[in-house]
């Protein structure tokens, strides 16, 4: 999976549960409600105050090394 700053959390937590931990790092706990699912990285990464571009890179960094 390649992942962009429009790819939802609920398409990459599906594919790879593992991924959680950088959404959690992030300070993002809400990870089952239904409305953080439906969120883009970006929309994420903008209420959480997280440069979208780091988090993309680690979590494509992360399933290259799959």
């Not at 994420?44 to 571009?53: E, K, R």
Request: charged residues 20%.
């Amino acid at each position: 999976m390649t992942v962009t700053k429009d790819t939802l959390i609920g398409e990459i937590l599906d594919t790879d549960r593992g991924t959680a931990q950088f959404f959690l790092a992030m300070g993002m706990h809400c990870l089952g409600c239904p409305s953080a699912r439906g969120e883009s990285i970006g929309q994420a990464c903008m209420v959480h105050g997280v440069d979208p571009d780091v988090l993309v890179a680690e979590i494509n960094k992360y399933f290259a090394e799959k």
